[in-house]
């Protein structure tokens, strides 16, 4: 925006929201007989991308740059077998549920005046949230006989990288730049095998596993220009991460490898 009156004002918004279900399951008491591998796959792949910016000036009385960014993603992949069923795989045997997100969100505002008379503002506010499962299950009383290896495995992997800037400049009275991102993490990936399960490798290994990644790179950068009485900044970031990563094996189960467990 551009002025040369009492106020300019100019603002922008940028929002992703995404909701991801992936399943691979096979039900209960089923019977399964491969000659070569099993695979039971559940991916969910997010790739985002905002950039957002807003830019005021004006030599008048006011000028705003304000920007305004939101991330909500929720993903939700399963791979499950069912209770009692029997899998006969003469290769391998491989049951996994990964979760994937790669975010990068840059966003700035300035707002620039040369006074009569002052008050030049930018602000940012960013709110991201993350809120992913993964999970891999096989259930109570299910055989897994396999000539290879066996792996069961949940695996979540989150990257963001978040760049963000408040720039104000006035030559009178009042320039501020402020920023303030929240970010929250919340995340379940869980391998589990149920009660009285057999997984059982004629060569190979036998794998459990559950894995989380998380990257997380925040970048905040604001500042008040003034060539006289008054210039403010201040960035603010707040980052909740709540991680919850297991690795179950339940009551009466067997795990037997030629090789490793």
Partial sequence: ADATSTASVAGSIAMAYFTNLVKAMIGDNCDIDMSGDVVVNAET???????????????????????????????????FIGKLTEIDAGGSYNQIAKSNTDFMNLTAAASVG??????????????????????ADVGE???????????????????????????????????AGIGLTTIVCDSDTIASIGNSAQLISKQGSVKVNAEYIQKLIAVLISAGISTSVTAAAAVANILVSDANTKALVGEKVTLQGYKDV
């Fill in 45 to 79: 792949d997010t790739n985002a991308r905002l950039i957002g910016g807003a830019l005021s000036v004006s030599p008048s009385k006011a000028g705003v740059g304000l920007n305004a960014a939101a991330i909500a993603n929720n993903d939700m992949t399963y791979a």
């Fill in 114 to 135: 040369t006074n009569p008379t002052g008050n030049s503002v930018g602000g940012v506010l960013n709110v991201i949230v993350m809120d992913n499962e993964s999970k």
């Fill in 141 to 175: 009383g299910t055989k897994i006989n396999a000539l290879g290896d066996i792996n069961v495995e949940a695996i979540g992997d989150n990257w963001l990288l978040h760049i963000t800037a408040a720039i104000a400049g006035t030559a009178g009275t009042v320039a």
